[in-house]
């Protein structure tokens, strides 16, 4: 709803993109934790109404389709997010950098099942249909390459780095860990 609300809301474009690039991204990390568990989804891209009857039993799209969709939100999301979100808009809200990592994430694991789903005993309705592996090795170089791209734009650009990432024993390495939740700001926070 937000998606095709916005558009004609009455705010500046600047507002217009930022909400909408935040939408996309929400869509992305949504659809990537189902993807993680099903595979293939149903890939639903406007607001659904109960009177539409049968129209709202949307099919299931191949794997492929899927992660290649979540890729492309979250392309639309880093369009238009900040590289920083100031204290007085909230904490929470996405940034580009936060969109990046996302994306790095998402191709990984994509790649990661592209390369190795046929090594998995996948039986069922879902496999017969293909709407559950079917990769090619084009695909893998494909997820690996904009997982490497995603990463290499976050690490150069995004000015942000490990934090304390050069720890002198396991002691203090476990003291880093612990403090990077107990200081809200630091080397690693994306939205900051």
């Not at 992660?67 to 392309?75: A, G, K, P, R």
């Not at 904490?91 to 994430?105: E, F, G, Q």
């Not at 860990?177 to 200081?183: A, T």
Request: aromatic fraction near 10%; proline fraction near 5%; glycine fraction near 4%.
């Amino acid at each position: 709803q937000v998606i095709e609300s916005v558009p004609v809301v009455n705010i500046s474009q600047e507002e217009k993109e930022r909400l909408l690039s935040e939408a996309y991204f929400i869509r992305a990390y949504t659809y990537f934790e189902m993807a993680k568990r099903y595979g293939g989804l149903p890939l639903i891209t406007n607001v659904q109404q109960i009177e539409d009857g049968d129209k709202i039993y949307i099919p299931r799209s191949t794997e492929k389709e899927t992660w290649d969709f979540i890729l492309s939100e979250l392309d639309n999301a880093i369009k238009y997010l900040p590289a920083k979100v100031e204290a007085i808009e909230g904490a929470k809200r996405a940034t580009k950098w936060a969109a990046l990592a996302l994306k790095s994430r998402v191709a990984l694991h994509a790649a990661s099942v592209a390369k190795y789903w046929d090594k998995a005993p996948l039986i069922g309705e879902a496999v017969d249909q293909k709407l559950v592996g079917g990769f090619s090795h084009e695909d893998v170089n494909n997820y690996y390459k904009q997982c490497i791209e995603a990463s290499a734009e976050l690490i150069n650009n995004s000015g942000k780095s490990l934090y304390k990432p050069f720890p002198s024993s396991p002691e203090e390495a476990a003291v880093n860990y612990q403090k990077i939740f107990e200081e809200p700001t630091n080397s690693e926070v994306l939205n900051e």
